[in-house]
């Protein structure tokens, strides 16, 4: 790909996964601009969710999911080749308009639902199905898939912990740029391209420099959650398969 052509990157997470790390490697690149959930303003306004500081997201984000659109897809500010878009999955809600996903090129971060699950009822004890993310993984992956004719990349938690670089390289190409080796680490601390939730969630990530080394936890998952596990195992496991390895 020419090194002049503009890339606009959706990667699609659930919440509790490795995307704000993520977020980090691409953000440290000198060529590109990132953005931090741009629909969650939205999300939060329309769903009257109680979220951690959701009436300061409100009144500090965009709240019209068609002016959203127009940012993720229109000219890439300070001249930045690359714009990353790190999107949650559950925040693109069914009446928000699909069509803008042909203008991008869209890849999905997976992680074990029963690590999700252990991390997120830390937060929120009571999560829904909604909450998790992987069903509208999944509407938003088969969208893609039936435009494109192909699978689109999906990367796997796990495996990029365990090998950060092998795993952002097999990124890169999938998408059609060069690695850079300013992924791979970052500086401590948080930075201005965070949403304004940051300092209710991102508290481990900004003391971290480089992704983690990944820690097997084998944590039970509640009774009453039982069957909420399944279900995202269902499209867990659909992922999974097509993941870049």
């Known amino acids: 790909m020419s090194q002049s052509v503009p890339v606009r990157i959706a990667m699609w997470s659930g919440p509790r996964n490795i995307s704000t790390a993520m977020m980090r490697a691409w953000g440290n690149r000198?060529?590109?601009?990132?953005?931090?959930e741009p629909f969650y303003a939205y999300y939060l306004k329309a769903t009257g969710k109680q979220h951690p500081g959701a009436d300061?997201?409100?009144?500090?984000?965009?709240t019209d999911w068609r002016k959203v659109i127009e940012q993720l897809?229109?000219?890439?500010?300070?001249?930045?080749?690359i714009?990353?878009?790190k999107q949650m999955a559950h925040h693109l809600l069914p009446e928000v308009d699909r069509e803008w996903l042909g203008a991008v090129t869209n890849c999905f971060l997976i992680r074990d639902p029963r690590e999700v699950i252990a991390s997120y009822i830390k937060k929120r004890e009571d999560p829904a199905l909604p909450d998790l993310g992987f069903i509208q993984q999944a509407e938003i992956l088969d969208f893609v898939r039936i435009r494109t004719g192909s699978i689109p990349p999906i990367v796997d938690a796990k495996d990029v912990l365990e090998n950060p670089e092998r795993m952002l390289r097999l990124v890169c190409e999938a998408v059609g740029i060069e690695f850079s080796e300013s992924m791979l680490s970052w500086p401590?601390?948080?930075?201005?391209t965070d949403g304004v939730w940051a300092r209710h969630w991102y508290g481990e990530?900004?003391?971290?420099?480089?992704?983690?080394?990944?820690?097997?936890?084998?944590s039970k998952v509640p009774a009453h959650l039982r069957e909420i596990y399944d279900r995202c195992s269902e499209y867990y496991d659909r992922f999974y398969e097509y993941r870049l390895r």
């Not at 890439?76 to 080749?81: G, L, M, T, V, Y």
């Open 188 to 192: 401590p601390g948080l930075r201005q």
């Open 83 to 85: 714009f990353f878009q």
């Open 73 to 81: 897809t229109g000219p890439i500010p300070n001249a930045k080749r």
């Open 30 to 36: 000198p060529d590109t601009l990132v953005i931090d």
């Open 205 to 218: 990530v900004a003391k971290t420099t480089s992704f983690q080394p990944y820690r097997a936890r084998r």
């Open 56 to 62: 300061e997201i409100i009144a500090f984000g965009e």
